[in-house]
T-cell receptor, first 114, second 115 residues
Framework: SAVISQKPSRDICQRGTSLTIQCQVD?????MFWYRQQPGQSLTLIAT?????????ESGFVIDKFPISRPNLTFSTLTVSNMSPEDSSIYLC???????????FGEGSWLTVV | GDSVTQMEGPVTLSEEAFLTIICTYT??????LFWYVQYPGEGLQLLLK?????DKGSNKGFEATYRKETTSFHLEKGSVQVSDSAVYFC??????????????FGKGTLLTVNP
């Protein structure tokens, strides 16, 4: 299965600032996914990122708040913009190991907004 | 749309007890089913999977059988250990008429195993 590295692993951020999370995969993948896990909650899909095209956002998530880049087949970034305490979450990057089959996850980026 | 319903937690067991975590799902088509585990302070790891009806996924002593007739994928282990303490997520993946396979997660079940 794919090995996924995320940076930063943890951060404490000031209200109103923005933070960019990086996701690096050790193999070329078509689809990359960004999830949010709020404290004590399940994972919610934010968006799906294809290389060379605009990300597709799920209901309740917008590009202005969570801009995503996907410059190549092994890398993506998610920016959390104008952060508020409600954005305190774990943000996880995920990829399909093969179409429709087990998804690998990064270890997550644990953000606390103060 | 797709959904996953998991047994409410938390679940507290003594070591060597039998574990069942209930998971049922609603999906169009023929989803693949997964159990993921999240140990304290760590990221999400795939525990086991099943891709079609009657498949049994197994790993680390855990098992789950894909039951299409009852739309269920219950997680079981015959004898839990303290090291099994974690949050367990049931999830499904389906291509609901589109080109993307997306994971839909249950709410997670916190398991604590006491010595």
């Amino acid at each position: 299965s794919a090995v996924i590295s995320q940076k930063p692993s943890r951060d404490i951020c000031q209200r109103g600032t923005s933070l960019t999370i990086q996701c690096q995969v050790d193999s070329q993948v078509t689809m990359m996914f960004w999830y949010r896990q709020q404290p004590g909650q399940s994972l919610t899909l934010i968006a799906t990122a294809n290389q060379g095209s605009e990300a597709t956002y799920e209901s309740g998530f917008v590009i202005d708040k969570f801009p995503i880049s996907r410059p190549n087949l092994t890398f993506s970034t998610l920016t959390v913009s104008n952060m508020s305490p409600e954005d305190s979450s774990i943000y996880l990057c995920s990829v399909e190991d093969s179409p429709g089959m087990p998804f690998s996850f990064g270890e997550g980026s644990w953000l606390t907004v103060v | 749309g797709d959904s996953v319903t998991q047994m409410e937690g938390p679940v507290t067991l003594s070591e060597e007890a039998f574990l069942t975590i209930i998971c049922t799902y609603t999906a169009t088509g023929y989803p693949s089913l997964f159990w993921y585990v999240q140990y304290p302070g760590e990221g999400l790891q795939l525990l086991l999977k099943a891709t079609k009806a009657d498949d049994k996924g197994s790993n680390k002593g855990f098992e789950a059988t894909y039951r299409k007739e009852t739309t269920s994928f219950h997680l079981e282990k015959g004898s839990v250990q303290v090291s099994d303490s974690a949050v367990y997520f049931c999830a499904l993946s389906s291509n609901s008429g589109g080109s993307n396979y997306k994971l839909t997660f249950g709410k997670g079940t916190l398991l604590t195993v006491n010595p």
